[in-house]
């Protein structure tokens, strides 16, 4: 009866889906390369060459008479402004190729800072057990289930708002997802015989969490680190949009779309540019991290 | 069990107290709080009497003990800028914010359950397809540009909704089915490859052997044991769930906690961002508690192993 939990035998696949499967990597790819390219050559000003890189305009200038414009393709529009101008007259395109960066670098350092801490308290808690493993479970429980938006808002009241706070935000509470699954690859590797030769020739507990355990669980610690990739770009567009992420002027994709919401009647292309920026970057980091993890650690797999 | 649940209960008073430090020392450590309020034409005389009046004059230990003895009589404190109690401020907007969330959340559940199911029964159907589809898209599209767009379709262009407000059932569609975007995609998926799981399991081929018709054994045998895991992670529902009432709030303009603790973080009302993060806190600890003993009374082993 309509073939419930019945599996397809496998046959091989065929070219169509061989053609599909290698799509879901050259898609998000050259997505990826993109965004980040636009996000370091947006301007060339900050690594001290002359002010001039893809973005035509200055995201902060400001053009009275050019208020409110349409996208250059949509008539009305100016071949200047390639994506329109929000209500101050600035260019929405060369807000956008800024945002990237914003989104970019923050993901980039939550993910490096989160992964660090997460792994070295995961294989502690995997290799040690007992108290320590029980302890580190606790707090790992309570930092999976804290919402980071009431620790952005607390650390808002607290230090002020900037680019460090959305990072520190993000952070205090991100390396619970590493430290987690983490915990789980040590707790298995624990058990094997090259851990037990090691202490009985008896290496240091940091050797052995670090020469012998760390090497077999660094495929799953990449494939969780691309995967959060699409988590943190999310994570800082929805702070940025309710305004507690980067302070105006420099643009970000989620305070971009905030902008545009008072001019949503009149001028809807400066909240839907960036949203869709968003999602395409985020959608490409996920279908990279899937195809990561298909190839180096399908045990991830969630079917 | 006794013991593993007055064990766990301690832990929790433990891991509260601990939290109750942290954001306590978090915000005085960072700055004096009497530089967020004071504004440059205020008085000597006026600034002497609000730091006292807040207790910012005594020194920091016995300031912590007073905060701790009259969070545990109830009281939260004052708002700095509405000079209103924060109980006060909670009881106010709290009705509002429980219109959306409950809705919501139940909607989530019943849509993420029956989606789930159906989409691991027919794995690989068009249906199947369909889910995931929508669990990827869900997961990658901002669910506050969504929110804006369906504004913009809705009720810019087609004018079929009302932008903000909360006085008709009508009012109620975008705010809820945003709510409903953040916590829909993840669970979905999640009951999908739970269900997954089980209908590759040892008793349910049992079951299947045994003869037993189809219907009982995907609705009696595999159901009840595919809920086991979406429910035991129902404490990690909280962030989206909190993150979706201050977005859907302030997107639709809603009276809630959400948009009044937002309003309290941008004019640095620090004690109410504290108070809410301690009651935040307790949920989290209470929902986390919760979850642990319902998890231990389904499945013996985690007694053992955890207590």
Redesign the interface.
């Known amino acids: 009866m309509f073939g419930i939990g019945k599996k397809k035998a496998y046959t091989g696949l065929s070219r169509g889906t061989r053609i599909v499967r290698s799509l879901t990597l050259i898609i998000p790819s050259i997505v990826m390369v993109i965004m980040i390219i636009i996000a370091l050559f947006a301007n060339l000003g900050w690594i001290g060459l002359p002010d001039v890189g893809l973005a035509p305009h200055d995201p902060n200038s400001t053009n009275p008479r050019d208020k409110l414009l349409p996208p250059s393709f949509i008539e009305g529009g100016k071949s200047d402004y390639f994506l329109g101008t929000d209500r101050l007259g600035r260019d929405i395109f060369s807000r956008v190729l800024y945002g990237a960066r914003v989104s970019l670098s923050v993901s980039l350092i939550v993910i490096l800072i989160t992964a660090v801490i997460g792994t070295i308290l995961g294989i502690l808690s995997g290799y040690k057990g007992g108290r320590t493993d029980a302890f580190i479970m606790r707090v790992t429980d309570v930092a999976l289930s804290f919402p980071a938006l009431l620790l952005a808002m607390l650390l808002w009241v607290a230090i002020g708002p900037g680019y460090w706070t959305v990072v520190l935000a993000l952070s205090i509470l991100g390396w619970a997802g590493y430290a987690r699954m983490i915990r789980g690859e040590s707790l298995r590797i624990r058990e094997s015989d090259f851990v037990a030769q090691a202490q009985v020739v008896g290496a240091s507990t940091w050797r052995i969490m670090f020469r012998h355990i760390f090497p077999n669980i660094v495929n799953s610690l990449i494939v969780i680190m691309t995967l959060q990739v699409g988590m943190m770009i999310l994570a800082e567009a929805a702070l940025s949009f309710l305004g507690l992420g980067i302070t105006a002027p420099t643009p970000s994709w989620g305070s971009i779309v905030a902008d545009g919401r008072s001019q949503l009647d009149r001028a809807w292309w400066i909240s839907a540019f960036p949203g869709i920026c968003i999602g395409l970057v985020v959608m490409a980091g996920n279908f990279l991290g899937d195809w990561i993890r298909d190839k180096l650690d399908p045990r991830l797999r969630q079917l | 069990m006794t013991r593993f649940i007055i064990v766990r209960i301690l832990?929790a008073i433990v891991?509260l107290i601990g939290?109750a430090v942290i954001?306590f020392f978090?915000?005085r450590v960072?700055?004096d709080p009497m530089a967020?309020i004071a504004s440059p034409n205020m008085s000597e005389e006026q600034y002497q009497k609000i730091k006292e009046s807040l207790g910012l004059d005594k020194s920091w230990g016995e300031q912590f003990w007073i905060y701790i003895k009259d969070m545990a009589r109830g009281d939260l404190g004052e708002s700095l800028i509405r000079e209103k109690p924060v109980t006060t401020m909670i009881g106010e907007s709290m009705p509002n914010t429980l219109k959306l969330t409950v809705p919501s959340f139940v909607l989530s559940m019943i849509l993420s359950f029956f989606l789930g199911v159906m989409a691991a029964?027919?794995r690989?159907s068009f249906w199947d397809q369909g889910v995931k589809f929508l669990a990827?898209l869900g997961?990658?599209?901002?669910?506050?540009?969504?929110a804006?767009?369906a504004?913009?379709i809705f009720s810019?262009y087609l004018e079929w909704l009302p932008v903000a407000g909360m006085s008709t059932p009508a009012h109620y569609i975008l705010p809820v089915g945003t709510m409903i975007l953040f916590m829909l995609p993840g669970m979905m998926?999640?009951v999908?490859?739970s269900m997954?799981?089980v209908?590759?399991s040892e008793y349910?081929k049992m079951a299947?052997i045994k003869g037993l018709p189809?219907r009982s054994v995907?609705w009696k045998h595999a159901l009840r044991n595919a809920l086991i895991t979406p429910l035991t992670i129902i404490?990690?529902l909280?962030?989206s769930l909190?993150?979706g009432a201050?977005?859907s709030e302030?997107?639709f303009n809603w009276p809630g906690m959400g948009t009044m603790?937002?309003q309290a973080?941008?004019e640095?009302?620090?004690p109410v961002?504290?108070s809410?993060?301690m009651l935040?806190?307790i949920l989290?600890?209470g929902?986390?508690l919760l979850v642990d003993i319902l998890y231990a009374y389904i499945d013996p082993q985690i007694r053992y192993q955890?207590a």
């Open positions: 832990q891991a939290i954001v978090l915000v960072s700055g967020l029964i027919y690989d990827v997961q990658a599209l901002p669910v506050f540009w969504v804006i767009m504004v913009l810019v998926r999640l999908r490859s997954l799981d209908l590759d349910i299947r189809e995907i404490g990690m909280l962030p909190v993150l201050v977005i302030q997107i603790i937002l973080t941008f640095r009302d620090f961002v504290q809410i993060t935040t806190a989290v600890l929902i986390n955890r």
